[in-house]
């Protein structure tokens, strides 16, 4: 070899080792440490010494995540082991039975019971995959199929940057059982993203993820923002441990994204407190789960205890009280929605789903409800999930239903709330109302739209009909001019109930810059694309002078999205709206939005780092700023404290060199004042 080839391969080896590193950081952490120029810069130099280098390269180089052809069928593969089902405890009682069961079966054995242990963890609702290693290098991957044959969808998972393509210190031969799945926050900007582009969005995240990893491109893939969650092993050659959570703790040791919320229990009061501890926050995660999965740990057990049919004994999946229900659909009714979309809704016979009747559900927009194939007449299945708006999932059994049954209800030629033509701008898939300005269904909309993100308290769909129907307001913004007085002069309205809501319309002027922006109902600025423009420009003035290709810029924005809100933006319409608002005295300003300059943290500056035990990033933010702190990404000499967690990186050595002080997630949770239900920060819910 040549000195310089030699310099060469040292480098490339040095480049994939740091760009392994920033990976893991950045997909599996959560705590990216360098930005995402200086990550390409690293990748683009190791391009180009494989370029000018073409030995060197191999198949787990980090520039070999995507590039294969498109195939043209996936190939069947046997799996190693068979990847099995869950047996479901639907509560206590069946949780506590499967307890008991196991503990007699293994007596039955012969076995000491000993102290059994129990290991809980999140049911992801994803698509389970298999990933086989061998040497440490990533040489399979494959879809569950029926258990014993998969298809192998090798391509599409390299393309998954939380999956490590190399191991190091892995054994000849380790397989690892995961979920792929798509994280909420990801889906909700891949939705906003299409919709923006005119194109149909997609149902859920589960189907998304599993209809990505089954595209022949892996381009495809590629594109989308899947993730995994890892739970365990299959086949293992040359490495043992006696129990399960020994396995996870090995795997996310060596790069796998596994959840750092596994519990270890003595007791099955303690498994149960888990179960439901999970229940309870499953709204506020960025994915979703439809259970939690109860494993005995000890593996020696779990092999005694053996399967039945194809269900191992020695775990179970509590699974959530049911958010669906199957009911009929009477009828699908149009309304126009705050962008002149028509918006189908669904009439249904009124049924129980998740302790609430239903009579009403949302079937999306008009691209959903062709793709879903619904009829009037159909057995429909409807969803409840937290207090979101329930919705139609799709007809029970299609091939059953009579054939007389009418075709998919089309949008109606004329809006049904001003009776103005509709129309298909540019051939596109909507149609929509063209009445921007005055079809009172869209002002409608954008009222309520408005009162719900501003979270203005007391202020119910009724009385925005009513306030619009009256003439007393024409707009949100006319919500700041209501007096006590002009509310009074109202049927039903008191002094008490109009000073009431006079106070919470004023008080809403306190919402940050993040939310007012989201609040205009601008198309393409959904609550995540709101808070990265307000992240990325901090203030109304800046955004209103940023380019089209500034917007690009900002995380989540593509081009046709970008191009929509520019557009809006520019508008002498909305300029003038957006005046009027500041004339108000709303904010315009990101920074000095979140903190009542009072609260223990008022004027301090915290850096976060690593994980945090109990705290999700976003929680702790919230709860800084609501305590009147800053988060800032990088420690400086103006950093006050950084709060660090597990695998805290280098971060931590900056603050050690500038003498920060650290806080654990104790030390932080000792300066914030006490809160019942963190609530990780999500939109706000419709009303
Ligand atoms: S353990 C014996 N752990 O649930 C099966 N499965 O109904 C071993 N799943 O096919 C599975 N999260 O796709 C396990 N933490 C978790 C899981 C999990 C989701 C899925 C998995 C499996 C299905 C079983």
Redesign the pocket.
Known sequence: MSTAQGIAAERVAELRRQLDYHNHRYYVLDDPEISDAEYDALLNELRDLEAGHPELLTADSPTQRVGAEPLDKFEQVRHLQP????ANARNEEELKAWVLRSERYLARQGVELGDVRFVT????DGL?ISLVYQNGLLVRGAT?GNGEIGEDVTQNLRTIRAIPLRVEGAPPLLEVRG?VYIPLSAFARLNEERAAAGEPTYANPRNTAAGSIRQLDPQLAASRPLSIWC??VGAVDGLEFDTHHEWLDWLRDHGFKVSREVGLHDTVDEVVAACKAWEERRDRLDFEIDGV?VKVDDLDLQRQLGVVGRE?RG?I?WKFAPTTATTTLKQVLWNVGRTGHMVPAAVLEPVQVSGVTVKLATLHNEQDLRRKDVREGDEVIVMRAGDVIPQVISPTAKAQRAKDRGPVPEPPERCPACGTPTIKPDDGVWTICPNRTGCPGQVFQAVKHFVGAMDIDGLGEENVRRFLSEGLIESFADLYDLTVDRLTALDGFGEVSASNLVRSIEESKRQPFHLVLYALGIKGIGFVNARNLARRFRSMDALLAASESDLTDVEGMGEIMARTVHETLSEERTRALIERLRGYGLRMEEEGAAPPAEGPLAGKTLVLTGTLPNLTREEATRRIEAAGGKVTASVSKRTDYLVAGEDPGSKYTKAQELGTEVLDEDGLLAMLPDEAAPAAEAPPRRR
Do not use: F
């Open positions: 990847m099995l089902s869950l963890e999140p049911k992801i389970a569950r979920e739970y365990g999965v191992p775990a999946a």
